[in-house]
């Protein structure tokens, strides 16, 4: 795909049904904490549509400093939808309604002990964006065009099993699963319609904490 991908109802329309057509590979969260991210899919200045993407601050308990989808744990009562909208909301202050959920993709067991559920949504409108500087160091923008590099993405030994590392070439540097590979889930099925699976995928060592 060489061109921009527009934000425009031709894409939402396209994105609901390839998500519809997918059957999740769902995980039971047997001794692992559940826990919910949102692939955010939003205009740019310039009509493109593009994701929203994190890096988690420094000062945080867990997984400080690394790229991430906005999101977390679910709380008492809650669903993956409620919960995935609530963080985008606390993170970024992005408030959507339930409405604005197009679908999920598979579950991604973390070797940090958690299941993510990651919903996709669609951000009509969202223009500012307020990150929580107690979560977030800085948010991006990502045009969907850069899911299309032709160095993605990038497999290599991860040395602790038989499966790769997943990463992405994205926003000038590289983003390792299990958040890339949630990214590139979302390029495979939600816009090209194929059935592709990540959950098999591991994650670097740096990840697990």
């Not at 497999?155 to 590289?174: D, I, K, Q, R, W």
Request: hydrophobic share 40%; with cysteine.
């Amino acid at each position: 795909m060489a061109e921009p991908v527009r934000f425009d109802p031709s894409l939402r329309a396209r994105v609901v049904d390839n998500l519809k057509s997918l059957t999740r590979h769902v995980v039971a969260p047997v001794d692992l904490c559940p826990a919910a991210v949102t692939l955010t899919l939003v205009p740019n200045d310039l009509g493109e549509a593009c994701f929203l993407l994190t890096r988690r601050s420094s000062k945080l308990a867990r997984h400080r400093g690394q790229f991430a989808l906005p999101g977390g744990r679910l709380d008492a009562g809650e669903t993956h939808v409620t919960a995935a909208l609530r963080e985008l909301h606390e993170e970024l202050g992005v408030l959507l309604p339930e409405g604005a959920v197009l679908g999920m993709l598979d579950d991604f067991r973390t070797r940090s002990g958690y299941v993510i559920t990651p919903v996709v949504v669609w951000g009509e409108g969202v223009a500012e964006l307020t990150p929580n500087p107690a979560e977030v160091a800085r948010v991006y923008r990502v045009p969907l065009l850069e899911l299309y590099h032709p160095d993605s993405p990038r497999l290599s030994p991860s040395g602790l099993s038989e499966a790769p590392v997943l990463s992405l070439p994205l926003v000038g540097t590289e983003v390792f699963s299990p958040t890339a590979a949630i990214i590139f889930q979302l390029r495979e099925v939600a816009l090209e319609g194929r059935s592709t699976r990540v959950h098999h995928y591991d994650q670097p060592r740096f990840a697990w904490k």
